[in-house]
């Protein structure tokens, strides 16, 4: 594991992947990433895979420095730091959709 990149999935998550959506393992999974800093929770799952794919084809220093600062800014407000109403991922949610 890093300390950014894509959160770590769980085997019956991949399963419901697209082929693009696959991208997203090509990278190790991260403590904090692009998804978790936009939005996080409060978007659908589908969402913060697309975001995860734009961190991982974009991915820079800069970026990840970005990453790290809105991390802790986000950890020091303490907000959207859960699972919200429309946030989660939803086994019956098809990872496509």
Known sequence: MS???P???VPVQVEQYTASQRGRLAVKPGI???AQVNGR???PWSERIELDLYYIEHRSLRMDLEILWRTVALVVRGSDL???QSGGWDID???GS
């Open 82 to 84: 859960y699972k919200g």
């Open 93 to 95: 949610e098809r990872a």
């Open 41 to 43: 929770t409060s978007l």
């Open 7 to 9: 959160r770590p999935t």
């Open 32 to 34: 904090t990433g692009w």
């Open 3 to 5: 300390l950014i990149g």
